[in-house]
Each structure stands twice: as C-alpha cells, then as structure tokens.
C-alpha cells in the first residue's frame, strides 16, 4: 500500500493507493484542527474497515506547502514543522517529503489529458521532454519545475519559494499597487516587503480590490457590499462580482490579478527556460480558464502579460501553456513518487 498526501495551508487531503496505482479511498481534513501531520495521517489511517487496508505500508509521501531542506519543513501557511524522519517512526515505512509544487508537477505529467486544458499551443507541456515549469496561486504562491535531463531521458525536480521574491510592477497601475502594498506590509511588520504572493493569490484578489478602492475613492453599490459583507470567503466573492459585471471595481481587480499571474508565469519561465512548457494549477485558476484562455476578440490579459518579456515574446509565446484541472494532481503526484521510490515506476 501506498499513502499520498497534499497538504497544504487550509486542507490536508490523504488517500491509500495500491501498489498498481489504484486508489483504496482518500479523505481531507482541515490543516488548521490539528497539532501535526502524524496526527492526521493517524485518524486517516485508523478509519479504514477493510483488510486491505491493514497490510503494511510500503511507502509515503506528503507533498507540503513549505521549503523542504534534508527532510524538513516548517509550513509556511499553517503552524505546523515536519520532520520526515518523526513521521517515518510513527508510521514504520519509508516517508519523503516534497515541495508541494513538485508533487503538483509530477502528478500534472502524469494526468489524464480530460484533465488538462491548454491555453496556449497545441501540445500539453511535457509532452516531449523539456524542461516544465509549475506555477500555482491559491492561500498562497507555489512554484517549481522539473528541469530535463537529455542524457538520462527524465525530468529532475526543482523546488523553489518563488512566490516569496519581490512583486516587479509592469505597469503604472501596479507601480501604485506596490506602493499601496509596501505601506499596507510596513504597518504589518513585514519590513516593506511586497512578495509576488500579496498579489498573485488568493488574498492578492482582495489587496487588489482594496487598492482599487482606495485609488478610486469610491464605495460599492449596496448589493456588492452586502454580498462581500456576507461572504464566507470574500476574495472568492470578489471575483464572483467582477465575472458577473455586477462590480466594475472587481471586475477590474480580477483583469490587474490575471495579468499579474500572467506576468510572473512568463518570470519563471524564463528563468527556468521551460521549453517543455508551463503547467498553471490551483483551484483559482482551474476556476477561470475561460479568462486565461483567449477570448472572442482573441486577446487574454494573462497570456499577453506572459509574453510581454522584450525579445523574449517570441520565445515566450511558443511554449505550451496548460491549466491544470484535476483536483487530485497533488494526491497523484505524491503517489507516483512513492510508486517511484518502491521501484513500481520509472524514474521521471
């Protein structure tokens, strides 16, 4: 039996796999209600009823939110510091811990084709080698690539914390919006240090919006205010309003969000050369494919924001671009390493 992971700042989803790759069941829980990783895995574990579930594990991998070094992590997102070798001993088989980009980027490569949608070009990424680079907005931004080793025929995974360099303003508008951010981060004690991450994730949509608001000096209409008043997730709302033209300032908010996302996907792909192309996942983005695709005039503010790199537009503007749509790419990913490291895959 194989035990997958994708935990991350607000779930941690666990399944149990064959070692043939099929999935016995899988559940989440919230990150947030408990102290540590082995507790969760624990009450995963304690709640399966069938025999199969009882033979002994064979291997485990956690793909987690956080900066990975020899097998441990502090999560940045969630309270919680992983030592690879305590889950080990609790579980008494071989655990590995990943940058939970990588895993997201092992399980793109391995989806489904239903599963991935392409946005730019008429290939998947990966389909032919390559280097692949992985971006991901969500609580916050992940990225990563799985660099292409022509010698060997694999793909070598990189981890990163790119989310966390510095936000490059493209545009006057966003010039003002790190200005905004910088003073809004120096009252927060964050020493005036705008990331790409207070912008280009699930929380950037809402710093996006107050910016807008505040630049504009202009209140919502009471039927956009009530429904962000009552929202249980206000960011998810505020993108809600702008799809449905029913806010100008989100609808706004939601263009400067995808062109920033644009941007910094082109950012990473340039500094990884991903000739093999860009994997885009997350919920959010997995949410507003039809903005990131072009539209009926043939423009996208994401993949033009992608491209705009100078002379490297061109080069840009090849590379194969998909947003990843399956849910358990995470879970997937994980899997197959584990699979990998028992020796029931091939290396990359």
Not at 59 to 74: C, D, E, L, R, S
Request: glycine fraction near 14%; proline fraction near 3%; aromatic fraction near 6%.
């Amino acid at each position: 039996m194989i035990l997958a992971g994708d935990i991350g700042g607000t779930n941690a989803r666990l399944a149990l796999y064959r070692s043939d790759g099929s999935r016995v069941r899988q559940a989440r829980f919230d990150s947030h209600e408990y102290p540590d990783l082995v507790a969760v895995v624990r009450e995963f574990l304690g709640s399966g009823e069938s025999d199969g579930e009882k033979a002994a594990l064979e291997a485990a991998t956690f793909g987690i939110a956080g900066p990975v070094m020899n097998q441990k992590v502090t999560a940045t997102n969630f309270p919680w510091t992983i030592d690879g070798a305590e889950v080990a001993a609790a579980l008494g088989t071989k655990v590995t811990l990943l940058n939970d980009l990588v895993a997201v980027g092992w399980g793109a490569l391995a989806s489904p084709d239903d599963q991935i949608a392409r946005v730019q070009g008429a290939e998947r990424p990966g389909a032919h080698g390559g280097t692949v680079a992985i971006i991901s907005a969500g609580t916050g931004l992940g990225e990563a690539a799985l660099v292409w080793d022509g010698d060997q025929g694999h793909h070598v995974a990189m981890s990163t914390e790119g989310g966390h360099s510095t936000f490059a303003p493209n545009s006057p508008l966003e010039v003002e919006l790190h200005s905004y951010l910088h003073e809004l981060c120096s009252r927060n004690g964050s020493a005036g240090h705008v990331s790409t991450e207070r912008v280009v994730a699930g929380p950037g949509i809402g710093h996006i919006y107050d910016f807008l608001v505040a630049r504009k000096g202009s209140t919502e209409s009471p039927e956009a205010t009530a429904k962000l008043t009552a929202a249980k997730d206000r960011n998810h709302a505020i993108t809600d309003l702008g799809r449905s033209g029913e806010s100008a300032i989100a609808r706004d908010a939601l263009d400067l969000f995808l062109r920033a996302y644009g941007s910094e996907a082109g950012n990473l792909a340039l500094k990884t050369l991903s000739s093999g192309g860009v994997f885009v996942a997350g919920g959010i983005a997995a949410g507003l494919i039809d903005l990131i695709k072009p539209g009926t005039d043939g423009t996208s503010g994401f993949l033009t924001a992608f491209a705009s790199k100078g002379r490297m537009g061109k080069l840009l503007g090849a590379m194969p671009i998909a947003v990843v749509v399956d849910s358990d790419v995470g879970l997937r990913g994980s899997a197959a390493h584990a699979m990998r490291a028992i020796g029931k895959l091939p290396v990359g």
